[in-house]
């Protein structure tokens, strides 16, 4: 088990991302010791006429640090799970100088499943670009935070530009992410459909069987769209149960094997411990945010 205490797989045409990647060792910010400061009340945007689309715009009370980062919330792609789950996240990164987009998407049971979920998301990152002219944001590094289902979210989401015309997402995004962070991410999707993860929630979220319509799994799963120009950092719970180990480290083992930039991380902690600030691992997570957004 020890070996898996920090595991770091890089691909080869990654080498330049990941010596940029290095010179941000965790622990290395500022502002991970800093005092963090009040909440900010956040700013909504919409993005279309369903409840459920939109997203929240933290702006930090003092100085901002470069860049944007993209919350994405979990919950199996289900609707009894929302963007509160994402605000803690984002008050705590706010409260650390970061800019963050908490992002929210219709979910299988409120108008959601494909292609929606997978349209919202990419219009909902998209919508970015209009916030950041209205409040003269850097774009220039945006990073995707996504935590379970919202891990699978921002690693697909990164990989949009691979698309085929029609597809839900496909085309060049207004807002290109330059980095993920997922915690604990459903990263391969015909393995977490073959394993039956959440009851059903792949098939729940896509609607039909893979021998029904393999085209419609394949462009929903991030495994389709190895190798990414970007890095991804994948963080995984020790003591996660939810989310097999496995779901991070195929993900991670294809795409170093692809030449692309990308590292499996284990921290402390459950499935949920990664989304509770003040947690060993809610500070890991924060370490990781900082070098993606340093590099």
């Known amino acids: 088990m020890d070996n898996l205490r920090r595991r770091t797989v890089l691909g080869a045409a990654g080498l330049a991302a990941a010596t940029a990647l290095a010179g941000c060792a965790p622990g290395s910010s500022a ?35 470069p860049g944007v980062v993209v919350v994405i919330h979990g919950g199996y792609w289900r609707s009894g799970y ?26 299988a049971g409120n108008g959601g499943g494909w292609p929606e ?15 950041a002219d209205e409040h003269s944001l850097d774009l220039g590094t945006t990073t995707a935070l996504g935590h379970s289902a919202g891990g699978h979210l921002a690693v697909w989401a990164a990989g949009r530009s691979t698309l085929p015309a029609g597809a839900p997402g496909a085309g060049t995004p207004l807002v290109p992410l330059t980095g993920v962070v997922s915690q604990s ?22 609607g039909v069987d893979p021998a029904e319509d393999p085209v419609r799994y394949r462009l929903a799963d991030p495994m389709t769209a190895i190798p990414l120009p970007i890095p991804v950092l994948a963080l995984h719970g020790e003591d996660d149960s939810t989310v097999p180990l496995s779901q991070s480290d195929s993900y991670v083992t294809t795409a170093a094997a692809a030449g692309a930039t990308a590292e499996l991380i284990m921290i402390p902690g459950d499935h949920f411990a990664m989304i509770t600030p003040g947690t060993e691992a809610w500070v890991r997570v924060v370490q990781a945010v900082d070098r993606l957004m340093a590099a």
């Open 117 to 131: 979920t997978f349209a919202d998301v990419s219009a909902g990152i998209d919508l970015l670009a209009t916030a």
């Open 185 to 206: 991410g459903v990263l391969n999707l015909a393995a977490a459909h073959e394993q039956g993860l959440g009851d059903g929630a792949v098939l729940n979220l896509l």
């Open 31 to 65: 502002n991970l010791t800093q005092q963090p400061e009040e909440p900010v009340t956040p700013q909504r945007y919409t993005y279309g006429d369903d409840p459920s689309q939109f997203a929240e715009l933290y702006l930090p009370a003092g100085e901002h640090l």
């Open 82 to 107: 929302g963007l509160d789950l994402g605000r803690p996240l984002a008050e705590d990164l706010s409260s650390r100088g970061y800019v963050c987009w908490n992002l929210e998407y219709r979910r």
